[in-house]
């Protein structure tokens, strides 16, 4: 799938299309340059799943985790990860992020995710990439 968005209204749209398709145990990796709305994105998914809680970028706890209201998919929690400030896997792999990974009532969002592929191997992923093309247009591609 491929949108556009020209403003934070659309981004919102879209967040809430990709939340529609998800499953339980879904792991999503975010890929853009710095400022391309991953977070935004990120927000717009979160939203989609019901969630009313504030999403906060998670760049200097690596992790932020929100409880996702009771739903037909069962889905239970999305977890939020920014691998932008580690230096290694390790880091995540102390704080337990293996743990979600693996987690069937979970859906798991990645910006950075180049940064862990290691511990993303064998997972099935949905590879987001959101592409700048002007001061507010973005193309968003979920593969």
Same mark, same amino acid.
């Given at each position: 799938?491929?949108?556009i968005s020209t403003c934070q209204e659309d981004t919102k749209k879209i967040g809430q299309t990709i939340a529609s =398709?998800?499953?339980p145990g879904d792991i999503i990796t975010l890929t853009g340059n710095l400022g391309t709305g991953k977070t935004s994105l990120t927000k717009a998914i979160a939203k989609g799943?019901?969630?009313q809680k504030e999403i906060t970028s998670p760049t200097f706890p690596i992790m932020n985790i929100y409880t996702v209201?009771?739903?037909p998919k069962e889905i239970t929690q999305l977890i939020h990860i920014d =691998?932008?400030?580690i230096d290694n896997e390790k880091e995540l792999i102390e704080i337990g992020v293996e743990e979600y990974l693996e987690d069937s009532n979970t859906i798991t969002i990645i910006e950075w995710p180049e940064k862990i592929n290691s511990l993303l191997q064998n997972k099935k992923i949905k590879k987001v990439l959101i592409e700048h093309l002007g001061e507010q247009k973005r193309k968003i591609t979920l593969e």
């Open positions: 799938m491929e949108f =398709t998800l499953q799943l019901g969630i209201p009771k739903n =691998t932008y400030r």
